[in-house]
């Protein structure tokens, strides 16, 4: 994310589907952010620009798979759907079948073959890691609103991190939140204290 320099929620979004050990193996991770922050321009197969403009050229989510398939390849939307769960499940058989579908679709739409080649390359190669987009938007905005918290009430958000964490990792919170923020861990007092931890607003501590 710090290589990133995110400018919108979509840069977070992405960062979700990225940050996995096949993406960055893959070259996906290191292509966004280098086409991202101007070093390298983005090359688009025919027909993928509206689809891929947002991830720079990057095939990151399985909806864009689906779309692509459809646009491109002429395929209706429960095939779109059908072949990005037969890729991730590595369905050999079931996925042949459709390439020639997707080929031809492709030419009637007129797509250069070198073009949908390569595409339906992207789809056998990118399609058993890609991520759920809704999956990665939701993570990402969950993330977006606790890490501003964080940052502006690290109070409230130690004392709700505090509560629902595990016992093991009650310690390791600890210390990142005398590391990270000015508030801190008091005593138990007998007048204050609950059972579970509770924020002090007025001295920015958790007791």
């Known amino acids: 994310v710090m290589d990133m320099k995110p400018t919108s929620i979509r840069d977070l979004i992405a960062a979700n589907a990225l940050f996995r050990p096949a993406t960055i193996e893959s070259g996906s991770t290191e292509n966004y952010i280098a086409c991202k922050n101007g070093d ?9 620009y509206d689809i891929l403009k947002e991830t720079f050229a990057q095939l990151c989510y399985q909806e864009d798979l689906a779309r692509m398939a459809r646009e491109i390849g002429g395929f209706s939307l ?22 020639d579908k997707f080929l031809a679709g492709a030419k009637t739409n007129g797509c250069p073959d070198e073009d949908a080649q390569a595409i339906w390359h992207l789809f056998e190669s990118a399609g058993t890691y890609l991520f759920n987009k809704s999956h990665a938007t939701a993570y990402a905005l969950t993330a977006y609103i606790g890490a501003w918290y964080k940052a502006n009430y690290p109070t409230a958000f130690y004392t709700v991190a505090l509560e629902y964490a595990k016992d093991e990792n009650i310690s390791s919170l600890m210390a990142e939140m005398e590391q990270a923020s000015s508030c801190k861990i008091v005593h138990p007092d007998i007048n204050v204290s609950d059972i579970e931890f509770i924020t002090d607003f007025s001295g920015e501590s958790v007791a």
């Open 40 to 48: 390298k321009e983005p090359v688009y197969l025919w027909g993928t």
């Open 78 to 99: 429960a095939e779109g759907v059908h072949l990005v769960k037969f890729i991730s499940k590595k369905k050999v058989d079931k996925i042949l079948a459709m390439k």
